[in-house]
């Protein structure tokens, strides 16, 4: 399907745009902001997306609503591929005002790649407009999966989350609120405060997200377990499972 040609004299009519992009292992987009509201699907390899307010791992058939004026950034693990669909501000009612996981379902799929296919949706149009209103509909009745990792927001609190994340996966916890600054028992008042997750759960959350990553790079499942701190394959596979519903080879047997 050809795009239409848009000029502008249609500006003030458009309520949707799109784009399609591919990225090679490891690309970056630095940080930004749009003035339009985003809806990021992945449709191959794995995206990590960066906000001040927390991160989302982007697995293959999932998304990430990122609200107009958000500043974030992309990373790509694996080769990689996205569509993105753009969203005027105030054109529909009950759009999430934060950043938040999208299950993309196969309706949703679908109307996001029919947008893309058409550019830009023009709401003089009934088609597209009944095609935008369908798409945002859909978004908004998606479950949230499990992929966002809170950001801490004090100094102590970030400088502990660096521990956990540079290497000192095996580090204590004692150890980790002696090199915050803190005691055991303030960061962990600190991390359920600021993040909602307690400070075990959250490195442990962290480290299956990162697993995906590392799956999507194409790391084995021996070689992910024992990343993200599992003694056995077994244990990280049902600790995976626990998450995401499924083992890892049939998370990404689609991929």
């Known amino acids: 399907m050809s795009q239409k040609r848009r000029g502008a004299a249609d500006e003030p ?3 949707v745009r799109s784009a399609a992009s591919d990225l090679a292992p490891g690309q970056a987009i ?3 902001a749009h003035d ?15 906000t001040g307010g927390g991160s989302w791992v982007v697995p293959p058939s999932w998304g990430v609503w990122v609200p107009a004026g958000i500043r974030h950034a992309i990373r790509a693990s694996g080769h990689s591929a996205f569509r993105t669909v753009y969203v005027a501000p105030g054109c529909v009612p009950g759009l999430p005002d934060a950043c938040t996981a999208v ?8 109307l996001i790649l029919r947008v893309v296919a058409i550019g830009m ?4 149009d009934t088609i597209e407009s009944a095609l935008a209103i369908l798409l945002l509909d859909e978004m908004r009745r998606s479950p949230v999966p499990p992929f966002n ?9 970030r400088r502990a989350a660096q521990w956990l994340f540079s290497g000192e996966a095996e580090a204590a916890i004692p150890d980790i609120a002696r090199a915050a600054g803190l005691s055991v028992r303030a960061l962990e008042r600190r991390f359920v405060a600021e993040t909602g997750m307690s400070l075990g759960r ?25 990343a993200a701190g599992y003694a056995t394959p077994s244990a990280f596979v049902a600790a995976f499972r626990a998450l995401f519903g499924t083992t890892p080879a049939r998370y990404f047997a689609t991929d």
């Open 13 to 15: 009519y458009l309520v």
């Open 30 to 32: 630095r940080e930004h």
């Open 36 to 50: 339009w509201h985003q809806l990021i699907h992945a449709t191959s390899g794995v995206l990590m997306i960066a």
């Open 103 to 110: 299950t993309v379902s196969p309706l949703l799929r679908e």
């Open 121 to 124: 949706v023009d709401r003089r």
């Open 149 to 157: 990792l809170p950001e801490p927001q004090s100094d102590a609190t």
């Open 202 to 226: 959250w490195r442990r959350h962290g480290a299956l997200l990162a697993s995906l990553e590392r799956l999507g790079s194409g790391a084995s499942v021996k070689q992910a377990a024992a």
